[in-house]
């Protein structure tokens, strides 16, 4: 951590903060310029409140130099880790294919969408049985029901399913039918969620805030790691910016960066991101050149009678062709696309 | 609703969008354009899932010409609601002020801070019990502890309580302490938690979320109203955009934005939206200038001994001066700035 | 500054980096943490390339310290500027009014629409020879016709003129007609245009750019000093976010940060920041309140007949209103409203 | 066009807006709704001013329903258009790279930079004459010196060369040294520019200003064809958002969008985007495999010595490697890297 003091600091100033940190438990080093000093303080004390610095007298700013994440960062676990379901596998050499309708709306729509989805060779079966809508006069999801139509396409199909959790109270219902809790992009702070989330036991999918920085992405996470679960997928969504044409902007880059910081896979969500089923192929194709380790991808056997998203979700053919174009650019950057073990038998 | 047509779109097309509209309850009125074709639909179908329209083929996009939200909305209620809390009203000529510090710390601090907030003149006492923290490492809040000690400084100073819930489960114990239950920004789209407060039966002080549109918040207004709750203060803090000079950027233009949308009162934070308390004061009475109906402002006895937002926090002699310039600009707005019935008692 | 070395940075490395900063004329000292080791370098050396740094081997990132800009900082000049044209003073005790339609469009108009503004007891009068418009097919402007309208109007009314450039080729022409140059948002970063206008010897209105930062902004007017021209007036205008309702998001916060930052007066725009003349009075208390210098607001006899942003200009008989409201506001934070010398003999 | 009126507008106020339209040449329909009127406009009238419609007394919104560009939209002319300098092709199945360093500098770095540039396969060689600098104090570059260094380079090499322009008084010059102008970032709004360049005869590379939404990019472009010139190639090169990890968020979204909306090519710049080399990799893989036409990277013999941008720039040997990903992906999407004629003679 540095200290910059303001221009007009006086030396008693700067002895006050020196001894601020020493009481803190910091060793201090002071580097006095021409015109402004500058107060280095050494000691890995993130959970602190050192930020009352800043408010001491002849404080301008701080600059942390530590990223304030532990446990999901890069700087003490260098390996990649592998998050694993069964036999699937997140952030090794596959690319794993998440797809389904946004909704779960009833039982022979989801059931076909399922049949659908694993005969394109997908592995991990999506759906909603809580849905966050922006309005209270939209489709909210079949809650239990909803889990339990899940569980049956499950048995049928042999995929793996993912279901997001909304409200702290169901998060060990949830967690009983399904193999990946999904927190979602407007509960990426929902930090009591998160937390019961970390304790449940089982792998959580965290998708990134539509408005959250990739360092507060990560400390989401750290929240859930800090409840002793490490197995976390990312996502990224799309961020929201000025841009109209799309429903939010995919932010690509934050595969890498992410790569950078965090030991953690990260997969992709073209569908929400683009909010048009048009830009989903190649969008898919892009993440995939990029680094992603997966993709979570709208499918509904009709979209035009989807209860939610229907605009953003492909319909089964059109998932088989993005299947196999990813495929092909899956292999151009030495990855394998994942296909489940029932795709050649079908 | 009007559904645009694409350049191409071929009159079977048209007919089937038409026969579909027909379904959904709507009557249709079509304008063949020399290049473009557009349907208007009638009836206000605000329940339905109509964005499905969006995947016909031939369909290029929607206009939605109804504002989504109904109980919270001008269109419906002309004149402005008051939220009343004793002899307290927000939205009506008065400017209402809550303060207090971030976060509950313990007792003597908080209770002294409680009496210099109510000396400056202050209505409402505000408080963190259960603070919404970035890091998993960071000073969570006090819990019920928290609740026991503000309801023990409201028992001292006289003043109301307004504080934040985070969890669907603490909210009864909340209600049970507090007048005024608060949603954070972070919580703006946790819908679980807008329902469950909407139940409660006590008014809300909802945050708009700092990547939230204005149509956004109003609509998480309206999870709340329609559970029956109208009670409800919106407050603007700030929304997340490229500049970093100040934490978040105060949207002033949402005030009269809100009051030609909506009915509901709305009041400003110019703490959360700054960060910092050198520029609460200019923000303070800038709010009022726009029009807002109150303001809610961090204030700490001891800003450097802070465990949470010092950098905002406003010492108590400050906060006087703030105090008198508001009256100030109140005043010359028409409006009249509220001091709490012990105010000339002091 | 400050250089940040990764965390397995070398010995050798770290020499490398003390040795090109010596050679770049810094004096260092070096910060040996236990995880991460911190280099200060002293030396005001902003005209070198000292980001270069950034791709040494083992270099994580850099903080700078000082500010970037140095002619319109508070760091050298405490005191701050005010910019005079004729008797009317920009950051003084005075609030100074420049009105006026968006474009000139012909004699009549805009004679009466300037009658108007003199009426209303404004000081400077605007109008757009030259537009900066989105669409090559809308109306771009009379060019030295409308700047000879500007003059007859200014001889008229014996208001002020001030008119936007927009090429470095008519900046000498401009300035022959007019007593304030103004750069518009879209050219905040055309640096060709401001050296031409720095050069030009007239006073400067400089629109922040609607993406761009407080910190972009003033190096944008630095560039303007730079050249021997530290008459300049800065102007917010709305910032680009993603919020829709309003045009841009007023970004008013910024005034204080302005205030803090630069010596240099402040006035905003809240005509073009909100894009609705519903909004402009509310706007306009608010930035009177929050400190700044002055406002340009857009006047149109006839909005409905506007070649140019119709929809945001005020009729001339709501202007005198927002002028009464003004007033007021500006008396409670201690400042006057300028009204032109003939306010009172009409 | 689509006029929305107000819940309470008149039946007069109707007959005013029809009446109004009516004279500026449109036929109308007018559909009365329980709660709304609304009234579609027929006619193709970019260039009138249908804007003020707006100011009418009870107007509440107007909803375009025609694309404002004509020249580069899809909706005229259907056929992708291919930009060809020699026998490069842009908007073809080639992948065409432009590589070079940021400026030029001097020339033997310059040329040295280039022939590595060759040795790599890219087709045509960038470098900055004329930089566009945040800062007054920063390289500025070599102006019409730096034109003659890349004419020379040209010669060595055999490269097509492009370079920016950032004053309209430069155009001519510019565009008897380069064989492609570009227009940067900060003037893709700069209209007088566009317009000089639109007249220059030369293709012109026109980078989306990094806070321009796709369809302000576009008319941009409108502006050069307006000028009858339609060799324009679009650039992506990131834009402003709330995310501080990357320079700017690259927008590949952008890429599927603008290949919807118009018929001309689309390259991306990832150096500018992202601000690092790290993520150049991943990023130009990424943008090849969502569509892009083409890439320009930033490569320097020396990043280190940079005078610009060095820490996004490519050392040629790690160049080298991105070409040859980028190869394989390319091949994957069913599209060919472009290597100059050089390349296997090497």
Redesign the interface.
């Known amino acids: 951590m ?1 200290i ?1 003091m303001t ?1 007009g600091s006086t030396r008693s100033q700067i002895d006050d903060v020196e001894t601020k940190l020493s009481q803190l438990g910091f060793k201090t ?1 002071t ?1 006095y ?4 000093t ?1 107060i ?1 303080a ?3 004390k ?2 602190l ?1 050192t ?6 007298p002849g404080v301008e700013s701080i ?1 942390p ?2 990223k ?1 994440f532990k446990l999901v960062g890069r ?1 003490l676990k260098q390996i990649p880790s592998i998050v694993r379901i069964g036999e699937i596998e997140f952030g090794g050499r596959d690319i794993v294919i998440i797809a389904g309708p946004c909704a779960i709306e009833n039982e022979s729509t989801y059931i076909d969408t399922a049949l659908k989805v694993r005969a394109a060779g997908a592995s991990v079966l999506r759906g909603g049985a809580y849905k ?9 999801g079949l809650a239990e029901e909803g889990l339990k139509i899940m569980k049956e396409a499950s048995d049928v199909t042999g995929l793996k399913l993912v279901t997001e959790v ?4 169901d998060v060990e219902l949830v967690a009983s039918y399904v193999d990946i809790i999904q927190i979602g992009a ?2 990426m ?4 969620l998160l ?1 019961e989330v970390g304790d449940a036991g089982k792998p959580v999918l965290l998708k990134r ?3 959250a ?4 992405w990560l ?1 989401a996470a ?2 859930i790691a ?1 409840e002793g679960n490490s197995q976390i997928i990312l996502c990224e969504r799309g ?8 429903r939010n ?9 992410v790569k ?1 910081l965090s030991h953690l896979p990260v997969i992709v969500d073209p569908s929400h ?2 909010g048009s089923w ?2 989903v192929g ?2 898919s ?7 992603a380790d997966g993709l979570i991808i709208e499918v509904h056997i009709d ?6 998203d ?2 953003q ?1 492909l319909k089964p053919e059109k998932f088989i062709d993005v299947m196999n ?1 990813i495929e ?2 899956a ?3 030495d990855r394998k696309l994942k296909r489940n073990q029932d795709y050649f038998h079908q």
């Open positions: 540095i910059i221009n080093h580097i310029g021409d015109i402004k500058v280095g050494i000691g890995d993130r959970n409140n930020q009352t610095i800043l408010t001491m600059v130099i530590m304030p700087e966050p809508r922006s309005s209270p006069y939209s489709f909210q909304i409200d702290t109270r407007r509960n702070q929902n930090f009591s937390r805030g539509f408005s920085t990739i360092e507060e400390m750290e929240y800090a961020i929201r910016t000025f841009e109209t044409a799309t902007t995919l932010d690509l880059s934050a595969i890498p960066v950078e991101a683009t048009k830009y190649s969008m194709k892009a993440a995939v050149a990029a680094g979209p035009s009678a989807a209860l939610s229907g605009p979700s174009d092909r650019v292999e151009a950057v």
